[in-house]
């Protein structure tokens, strides 16, 4: 077999366990956002019990990384697939802690009965699934123009997080009882926030992977 034969074997071996990751990721923000919506306890446990899983995938990654590196000394672009492969990753996980942290949200208010439907937490979670995919594709197809919509869906995120925190601040102006639960569904704006701007993190990277330069998508 030939050198960049080994190699490339070893670099979709590595993308597609990035993809697995990713999936992941999306299937554990959608049930804390469904656990959330249905104050569903055992939803929420599950979703924390199997956050291990996704740092033994960004591990198994690390390794893949380092033994492509390691034996086949791969350089320019083909070092830069790598590289940004392992940021991805880190991108990836804290986007699984993010979404754990949702659950948390999730089980602290079991029990209670929900201070107003929840319409636009859950839009900005569907963008923000939506942009963990388009992302890692954006990746896996080398695609610039979808990296770079990633500012653009971050952009309406921002705005719907802008909107929730108007109307929790007005609530709890309003009535005193809903302060604590209000809080809560705030850090759960916040978080899913975050998890948006790890997208665009990799939107950037994958803009550096193309082109060799690292826009700024995050302003």
Known sequence: MSARREFDIGLEHLQKTLVEMGERVEKALGEAMQALEGLNGPLAQKIVKADPELN?????????????????????????????ALKISSDLERMGDLSVD?????????????????????????????MIGESIQSYIDENVDLAYKMAKDDDMIDALYSQILRELFQMMGDNQKTVNQAMNLCFVGRYIERIADHATNIGENVVYLVVGTRPDLNQ
């Open 56 to 84: 033994r995938l960004e591990e198994r990654i690390a390794d893949l990384g380092a033994k492509l590196i390691a034996t086949q000394q791969p350089v320019a672009k083909d070092l830069r697939r790598i590289l940004v």
């Open 102 to 130: 949702i659950a948390k949200v999730a089980l602290r208010l079991e029990g209670q009965t929900l201070i107003k439907p929840l319409v636009d937490l859950p839009r900005m979670a569907a963008l923000a699934k939506t």
